[in-house]
């Protein structure tokens, strides 16, 4: 399988598609028969891929699955995957891949290398108004518009949590960049969970989507990620059984963006840090999620208020960019540059 051939044309060309993730049928062929493969998909589990991604105990609980057949699908998964080794070379051609999204801010773009950037997750947090959900109604229109570096544009989830979704807004969005409104809207499929526990499921619904309409998504949202898990989880004695329920979430998250190719925006919020007065720190407020959001977001933008409708976006953790800052505008249109 060649790991490297970018898709170019338009989707529908099946070997383009292959090349981005093995189908999960393959395993018909090594003796595994249709009726566990349906148990796996319906779990969730729909490429080669996401069974080298899931453990053999969480696989044993999927309903029907024995430890016998479970080492079997392992088994006959391996050799349909290569090693995992590869090169820095060969690694930075499957990196070739990785597209990323216009913020709609030239300034906010370059802090960020171009934009939200796939197979990795994106969170920007701060306080209430800083902008977070602004960024993410323009994501919805940018994400489907054509863009540097090959970039096709494609659709959009969006999974919300605190009822902030207005459709509303993304028509005047949509008119800024001069594209159909009803297109627009067309294109963005949303959710609304309820609950932690229904947000995790929603990522199985997501999987299956992505995995049906193979590169036609290009973007999941989820604004935010914490406001369930603070609500369904309160006080000290639950706050464990928060963090592993958020780590599987997340871990859950980064996998899907790995396995295909989309780019994950979460939003967070912020939480004063009570012994912060001690330690004399210029800011004494932080993200919440502790440190399994803080290691499993692969780039964390801190935002601020500015003057008017000025925001500040400043690089909080990424492993290539240097921490800069950037100053965007709210405008009517969505996230826009500063004028000066």
């Not at 801010?105 to 947090?125: C, H, N």
Request: proline share 3%; hydrophobic share 40%; charged share 25%.
């Amino acid at each position: 399988m060649k790991e490297d051939q970018v898709v170019l044309e338009e989707p529908g060309f099946q070997d383009e598609e292959e090349s981005l993730f093995q189908d999960i049928d393959l395993l018909q062929k090594h003796g595994i028969n249709v009726a566990d493969i349906k148990k796996l998909k319906s779990v969730g589990i729909c490429t080669i891929k996401g069974i080298q991604m899931t453990t053999r105990r969480a696989l044993c609980n999927v309903k029907g699955l024995s430890e016998a057949k479970v080492d079997k699908i392992k088994e006959a998964a391996n050799k349909l995957i290569e090693p995992g080794f590869l090169t820095a070379f060969e690694y930075s051609e499957k990196r070739k891949m990785v597209f990323h999204i216009t913020t709609g801010s030239q300034e906010f773009d370059k802090l960020l290398g171009g934009g939200i950037e796939s197979m990795a997750i994106t969170e920007a947090f701060g306080e209430f108004r800083t902008g977070k959900t602004q960024l993410s109604h323009t994501l919805c229109v940018t994400a489907q518009l054509p863009g540097t570096g090959g970039y096709t544009g494609g659709k959009i989830i969006f999974i919300d949590t605190e009822n902030t979704f207005r459709p509303d807004r993304l028509r005047d969005i949509a008119d800024r960049f001069n594209v159909d409104h009803d297109a627009v809207l067309d294109n963005v499929l949303y959710a609304r969970a309820y609950t932690s526990e229904h947000q995790m499921e929603l990522l199985d619904y997501v999987a299956a989507k992505f995995h049906e309409e193979a590169g036609i998504f290009k973007l999941l949202i989820i604004d935010s990620i914490m406001a369930l898990f603070r609500v369904d989880f309160s006080g000290r004695g639950e706050l464990a059984e928060r963090q592993q329920k958020l780590a599987q979430m997340l871990s859950r998250l980064q996998k899907i963006s790995e396995e295909y190719n989309v780019a994950v925006f979460v939003t967070n919020q912020m939480t004063a840090d009570p012994g912060a007065t001690m330690t004399f720190q210029a800011d004494p407020k932080k993200p919440i999620g502790g440190h399994i959001l803080a290691h499993a977001s692969t780039t964390r933008i801190s935002l601020r208020k500015g003057r008017g409708e000025l925001r500040i976006a400043k690089i909080y953790d990424s492993p290539e960019m240097p921490e800069n800052e950037a100053t965007f505008a709210i405008t009517a249109g969505g996230i826009g540059d500063a004028k000066e």
